[in-house]
């Protein structure tokens, strides 16, 4: 397979050079049959991968987070190696310090929308936090929400404090994975300006899939196809 960067949008904007907001995942992933061979290399903060269903988009991400081993290859982020099977280098999930934001939100239904938050605000983050929870509340405008159980909240809603989840752990890297597909055309509109908040304003390296064009024209510096 290729991954060839096919859009520059926004690159000038917040590229800034640097080795350490750069992606390196050459992989080759198995899965049963299935069998992709990956090639990304961006100096770029904010990437998109698009491809057909089925593709593997969400497998590479997979194999970023930790959550399946590549057969071969090597994946490298802002600076970190992650994965290296030639020098047996494999981090743990748990300690890749990545935030993975799901189509569906994946809240805990029994907590209110702090206790969903603060869920990920555990250890040494509690005291020092990077992103701390009133700075996630005012980013994402969920201050109101606070206090609400996740039973009755929008899908947007519940979104918006999925994100603010992955961001109170603390992440080095944000990985999305159609975090906007399961909601109308409307839902959607009223999300994606917070989605450029987060891009902005966090700073962080991000992989974006999405099927719609004009998501990701909004939200990567590049985009690269996989399949
Ligand atoms: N646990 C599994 N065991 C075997 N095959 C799998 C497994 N998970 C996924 N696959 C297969 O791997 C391929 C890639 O799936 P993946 O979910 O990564 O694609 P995708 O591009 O994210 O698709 P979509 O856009 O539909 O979400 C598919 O053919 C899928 O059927």
């Given at each position: 397979m290729n991954a060839a960067p096919i859009d520059g949008a926004h690159a000038d904007a917040r590229h800034d050079g640097r080795d350490d907001t750069s992606f390196l995942i050459?992989?080759?992933?198995?899965?049963?049959?299935?069998?992709?061979?990956?090639?990304?290399?961006s100096?770029?903060?904010?990437?998109a991968l698009v491809g057909a269903s089925g593709?593997?988009?969400?497998?590479?991400?997979?194999?970023?987070?930790?959550?399946?081993r590549p057969a071969r290859g090597r994946i490298k982020i802002a600076g970190r190696l992650l994965?290296?099977?030639?020098?047996?280098?494999?981090?743990p999930a748990h300690r890749r310090r990545i935030g993975y934001v799901f189509q569906d939100a994946r809240l805990f239904p029994h907590?209110?929308?702090?206790?969903n938050l603060l869920y990920g605000l555990r250890g040494d983050a509690?005291?020092?936090?990077?992103?701390?929870?009133?700075?996630?509340?005012?980013?994402?405008?969920?201050?109101?929400?606070?206090?609400?159980?996740?039973?009755?909240?929008?899908?947007?809603?519940?979104q918006r404090i999925a994100i603010g989840r992955a961001l109170l752990s603390q992440p080095d890297l944000l990985l999305l994975d159609e975090p906007l597909s399961m909601l109308d055309m409307d839902r959607r509109d009223e999300l994606l300006p917070y989605l450029q908040r987060v891009r902005d304003e966090t700073a962080l390296p991000m992989i974006y899939?999405?099927?719609?064009?004009?998501?990701?024209?909004?939200?990567?510096?590049?985009v690269h196809r996989i399949g």
């Open positions: 050459e992989i080759a992933l198995r899965r049963g049959d299935f069998l992709r061979e990956v090639s990304i290399r100096r770029h903060r904010v990437i593709a593997g988009k969400t497998s590479v991400l997979h194999a970023i987070a930790g959550l399946l994965f290296d099977a030639e020098t047996r280098i494999d981090v907590l209110d929308v702090r206790e509690r005291t020092h936090p990077r992103f701390a929870l009133h700075e996630v509340v005012a980013l994402l405008g969920i201050d109101a929400l606070l206090p609400r159980r996740v039973r009755g909240l929008s899908g947007g809603e519940q899939v999405s099927h719609v064009p004009d998501e990701v024209r909004r939200i990567a510096d590049e």
